[in-house]
């Protein structure tokens, strides 16, 4: 297996920049998930790491070796794309040997690759059948066993469970995380889903338009985002943001004024903030308390409740906030839409960003996170 390097990589069609000044380390056996919406850059940024894309101006390292103007196949990098791409007058275990064979290998190593490959993925009782045979779980299994016959230094996947459902996708999630812990491998993940982000990665790296917005544990990102997009990114349901504005600020806490005109003090690093600035506050679903806990009360009108049966998302309308704020509470809240509903705010649980975007540290250490 090897690390991966980018160094200030930059891709440009024309005057156009997909990516900026993209510098990361992959450590050897590091599983790394690239996220972020639609068009952030994070597939052309795998299809370089790949060589299906020249880079535009930087340095790319596997292992020790530059790798900038090296074909696909001397990189010794595999890849499994969205679609299955499985031929379908061979059956499994040809598809997983067809690369092989164009090389030229010998067949006894062959069939030693594919065989262990198969036992890996739980494929054994497949290789004689068709793709038509095979669920789209089984053929996405099949696209991985014909990356890992190939035996790469990096394992490259671009999305490759977003044409399953959603209870395929749990399980396929499940079986990619086994695989890379038996085979201790390098592994590059692209996904627009922060879930698969979460549950997956040692590490992620959030893209907002090119560039990246930070890089991190996966609770680090979703405890301490770095910047209000990566904030409003990584968790499900969203964070909600309310605008308020600086009073005061030291580089321990700053002070600020809400909707309503109440006051808050936040235990961030201020140092910057000056009085009377735009700010915005944020505060996940999960983070509102009861009334009689909190250090400060909203008053907001629920206008959707959606029952999910573990638990109850109820979204408000509150007066000075222009979007919907969600809550996040218990399966069995009897809240009804068109109630009045207390939202409190615990000081500690709360972010701030400022007018750019960026965070001003959090200085409360939440114990789950290991920084």
Request: hydrophobic letters at 40%.
């Amino acid at each position: 297996m090897a690390s991966v390097t980018l160094r200030n990589i930059y891709k440009c069609y024309g005057d156009a920049e997909v990516t900026r000044n993209v510098s990361m380390d992959v450590k050897d056996g590091e599983f790394v998930v690239f996220v972020g919406p639609s068009g952030c850059g994070k597939s052309t940024l795998l299809r370089m790491i790949a060589g299906l894309e020249e880079i535009s101006e930087g340095d790319l390292f596997i292992g020790d070796q530059k790798v900038n103007h090296l074909a696909p196949k001397d990189r010794e990098v595999g890849m499994v794309f969205q679609s299955y791409a499985l031929y379908p007058h061979m059956n499994v275990a040809e598809n997983m040997a067809f690369g092989l064979k164009l090389a030229k290998t010998d067949k006894k190593e062959i069939n030693r690759r594919v065989t262990e490959a198969a036992r890996l993925l739980q494929l054994e009782p497949l290789l004689e059948r068709k793709p038509k045979d095979l669920s789209g779980g089984q053929r996405q299994r099949v696209a991985i066993g014909r990356t890992i016959v190939r035996e790469p230094k990096v394992f490259l996947f671009d999305e490759p469970l977003s044409n399953l459902d959603a209870s395929l996708r749990v399980q396929m999630r499940i079986e990619i995380s086994k695989l890379h812990k038996r085979l201790g491998a390098t592994m590059i993940y692209v996904t627009h889903d922060q879930v698969e982000a979460m549950t997956m990665a040692d590490k992620i790296v959030a893209l907002d338009q090119g560039s990246i917005a930070q890089i991190g544990k996966p609770l680090e990102l979703y405890h301490y985002p770095a910047t209000r997009f990566v904030a409003g990114f990584i968790g499900s349901p969203n964070m909600n943001f309310i605008p308020c504005t600086a009073l005061d600020s030291d580089s321990q806490h700053v002070t600020v004024n809400l909707p309503g005109g109440m006051s808050l003090k936040l235990a961030v690093n201020g140092s910057e903030v000056t009085a009377g600035e735009k700010l915005t506050l944020g505060i996940r679903p999960e983070h509102f308390t009861s009334a009689d806990e909190a250090e400060l009360v909203f008053n907001g009108m629920v206008t959707v409740v959606e029952r999910l049966g573990y638990q109850t998302l109820v979204h408000l309308d509150v007066e000075g906030v222009d979007s919907v704020l969600t809550m996040r509470t218990s399966g069995g809240n009897p809240v009804q839409e068109g109630e009045s509903l207390a939202l409190g705010l615990s000081a500690r649980q709360c972010h701030l960003f400022r007018e750019n975007g960026d965070a001003c540290h959090r200085l409360y250490k939440e114990p789950c996170v290991d920084l």
